[in-house]
Nanobody, 128 residues
Framework: QVQLEESGGGLVQAGGSLRLSCAAS????????MAWFRQAPGKERESVAA????????YYADSVKGRFTVSRDNAKNTVYLQMNSLEPEDTAVYYC?????????????????????WGQGTQVTVSS
């Protein structure tokens, strides 16, 4: 069973940067699409970014385009989320997730229902 562990969250001022990491263990990571979601207090979980298993295709929510970058290192079983120009509205718990269905190399799922395994989350707080 694949397990996911996020790290890299914290408190940062508006305009700052953070890099989140998600390490996968317990399974074959390289053939599965991965994604980052976030959930702010009182709001539904929303998709932030996703990446195909090949790493050749990505998806970004409109709210983070141009500021966030998702990447993966299949040799290290790790997916990353580089977050720049952070805004107070980015404050949330960030979760990584893995789609355990097999897809073509550049398929990028990004709906909550596409993902069957989730990490515990890491808190990101952006102060104004």
């Amino acid at each position: 069973q694949v397990q996911l562990e996020e790290s890299g969250g914290g408190l940062v001022q508006a305009g700052g940067s953070l890099r989140l990491s998600c390490a996968a263990s317990g399974g074959t990571f390289r053939r599965y699409a991965m994604a980052w979601f976030r959930q702010a207090p009182g709001k539904e979980r929303e998709s932030v970014a996703a990446i195909s298993w090949s790493g050749g295709n990505t998806y970004y929510a409109d709210s983070v385009k141009g500021r966030f970058t998702v990447s993966r290192d299949n040799a290290k079983n790790t997916v990353y989320l580089q977050m720049n120009s952070l805004e107070p509205e980015d404050t949330a718990v960030y979760y990584c997730a893995i789609d355990l269905s097999l897809h073509s190399s550049d398929y990028v799922p990004h709906r909550t229902a596409d993902f069957g395994s989730w990490g515990q989350g890491t808190q990101v707080t952006v102060s104004s």
